[in-house]
């Protein structure tokens, strides 16, 4: 079995990217939506995060108000690393373990961990490769603010919490360029596919 790493930014194509991995047969472990999963109504992450943001930051229903939270961290870097404490080891044990039942189901699997904190919090230390979905910053900027309908000013300090893209893609070994069109991203894809296939 071989671990790929696969990160980038905020409205940086990284999910299309991984889509089109899965397309082409690899295992994807989705970061991102055990994050979501470790934070439902009766986790233990869920409580940690009332008790340490307050009671205002659960709806009604019992769920995230993932709204509020973000607007709080986004804006304070010690808040983010408080939540990240919480979530993040939360996460790396879940992930784990679907790593282990994929080992077991298929050994010669490609697994990709799509992760948008991959190298933050070190992971990209433990993949065999790392590859980094890009955009210039513009049109990050131009498309988080149409998908989250914000302003320029609320965008930029949503994407300046993170790692910028220039920097994540330096220590990429693949870098796939998602400022184009989407047959442009699925022809990198492929050809990074076919590398790792290639020297798997």
């Known amino acids: 079995m071989r671990i790929i ?69 986004f804006s304070n870097a010690e808040q983010r690393r408080r939540l990240n404490s919480i979530v993040h080891p939360r996460v790396a044990e879940e992930q784990a373990r679907i790593i282990a039942r994929i080992a077991r189901e298929d050994p010669d699997a490609l697994v990709v961990i799509d992760a948008a904190l991959l190298i933050e919090v070190g992971g ?26 914000l302003s320029r000013e609320e965008a930029l300090l949503r994407i300046r919490s993170q790692m910028p893209l220039e920097e994540k893609a330096e220590m990429a070994d693949f870098v796939v360029d998602n400022s184009g069109s989407l047959d442009e991203t699925e022809r990198q894809v492929k050809a990074v596919y076919r590398v790792l296939e290639r020297s798997g």
């Open 124 to 149: 990209h230390k433990d993949v065999e490769k790392l590859i980094v979905a890009y955009v210039p910053l513009e049109i990050q900027a131009e498309r988080l603010m149409r998908r989250d309908r």
């Open 5 to 73: 790493g696969l990160t980038g930014g905020i409205c940086s194509g990284k999910s299309t990217v991984s889509r089109m991995f899965r397309r082409r047969g690899a295992r994807i472990v989705d970061a991102d939506e055990i994050a979501r999963r470790v934070v439902e109504p009766g986790r233990p992450a869920l409580a940690e995060i009332a008790r340490a943001f307050g009671d205002e930051m659960i709806r009604p229903d019992g769920s995230l108000d993932r709204q509020r939270l973000a607007a709080l961290i």
